[in-house]
């Protein structure tokens, strides 16, 4: 199952596509893609759009060995992308996986028997609101705790910190689960030792059954990674998923696999792949 567990990341800054470069890329993506990439009329946003997908199609190949023309990826109510195939194996008995984007980093990570939530959060400075007044924007989202932790924080730099720290990881609970922001958040609280061991409470009761991680990409920018129980996904999200009921047993060896580091990828190498796997 382990190969089952990826962490792949594009840093988008460096790549700084000609017109040709675009549309070529965007060439190795179903037609059906095309319009949710062209919409944006920000190239940096197009970057961000077209990256997730290439990375989503070029896991999914690399990974599972579906043939490119088979690969069917389609997105919940939500919004969550998921795989619609019964190819995948018993290898991977519950394959899911999920993407973020923010500041120069799209990044994707894949599990093969938990669910996986997955968010970057950029180190941006608000512009128009001070530091203490941007983030009062969001205190419904924590419990006390995470609210006093963020705001004895120190500096308004270190404060600010603090709260991506906890939103990076309150992001990738939801979009583990294929909720939303919308969700209550407050009561999904998150305890750590300087970042490490990280767990979390749920109505005031710890959910061992969850694990997570927290990384720092470098400028200024970090990357969370939930993983956990299938049973608590979304009634839409569920439906997708090959299975949402296992025994402890097989449970635990899933989630107790070792979290990959983040590899990091080029352009070039995505398109590389789906122009083989065309062929």
């Not at 984007?101 to 128009?128: F, N």
Request: with cysteine; proline share 4%; glycine share 6%.
């Amino acid at each position: 199952m382990e190969k089952g567990v990826q962490r792949w990341v594009v840093d988008i800054s460096k790549w700084e596509p000609t017109p040709h470069d675009f549309f070529s890329a965007l060439s190795l993506l179903p037609q059906h893609d095309h319009t949710s990439i062209t919409r944006f009329l920000k190239m940096e946003d197009r970057k961000r759009a077209l990256v997730s997908r290439l990375l989503q199609y070029t896991l999914v190949r690399e990974v599972t060995g579906i043939p490119h023309g088979e690969i069917n990826i389609k997105r919940t109510l939500e919004g969550k992308p998921y795989l619609d195939c019964d190819k995948v194996g018993l290898e991977f008995p519950n394959f899911n996986f999920n993407v973020s984007h923010h500041g120069d980093y799209v990044a994707i990570a894949s599990e093969p028997l938990c669910l996986v939530g997955l968010d970057i959060v950029s180190h941006m400075i608000p512009q128009i609101e001070t530091i203490p007044e941007f983030i009062q924007n969001f205190s419904s989202y924590f419990s006390n705790l995470e609210w006093d932790n963020i705001m004895n924080g120190g500096s308004n730099d270190e404060i600010l910190i603090e709260f991506y720290r906890y939103w990076c990881l309150k992001e990738a609970y939801v979009k583990a689960i294929g909720s939303g922001l919308s969700s209550r958040l407050d009561n999904v609280e998150f305890h750590h030792s300087s970042w490490r061991d990280i767990s979390v409470k749920i109505d005031g009761v710890y959910k061992k059954e969850w694990r997570f991680w927290l990384f720092e990409l470098g400028n200024r920018h970090w990357v969370s990674i939930a993983r956990g129980d299938p049973r608590a996904a979304t009634w839409s999200y569920k439906r997708t998923l090959t299975r949402a009921e296992f025994t402890e047993v097989e449970y635990n060896e899933g989630l107790h696999l070792p979290c990959a580091s983040f590899i990091f990828k080029t352009v070039e190498q995505l398109s590389s792949v789906l122009r083989k796997a065309r062929r």
